[in-house]
């Protein structure tokens, strides 16, 4: 009858433990879902940016007022063939 109920104990500790991790593993699931939707939101804000900053119209322009460059004339293009 001891053996029994020390069982039966025994098991009910290992049940209240298997659901204290089984909820603290639920917590850090639900906290790194948050964190991957916030990783996303971020993403796809860089995305943008990105796109933004490589826009040609941009790009030429930079080209042309900075770096002070321009499209060559007809006669300085030389075509190189293999």
Request: glycine share 4%; proline share 2%; net charge positive.
């Amino acid at each position: 009858m001891g053996v029994v109920l020390v069982l039966v104990i025994g098991s009910a500790i290992a049940v209240i433990d298997a659901k204290h991790r089984s909820r603290k593993l639920f917590s850090q699931l639900q906290a790194l879902k948050k964190q991957q939707d916030a990783l996303d939101v971020e993403w796809g804000r860089l995305q943008l940016e990105q796109s933004a900053w490589a826009r040609h119209e941009r790009i030429e322009r930079i080209a042309r007022t900075q770096l002070e460059m321009k499209m060559p004339e007809a006669g300085d293009i030389v075509v190189i063939k293999p």
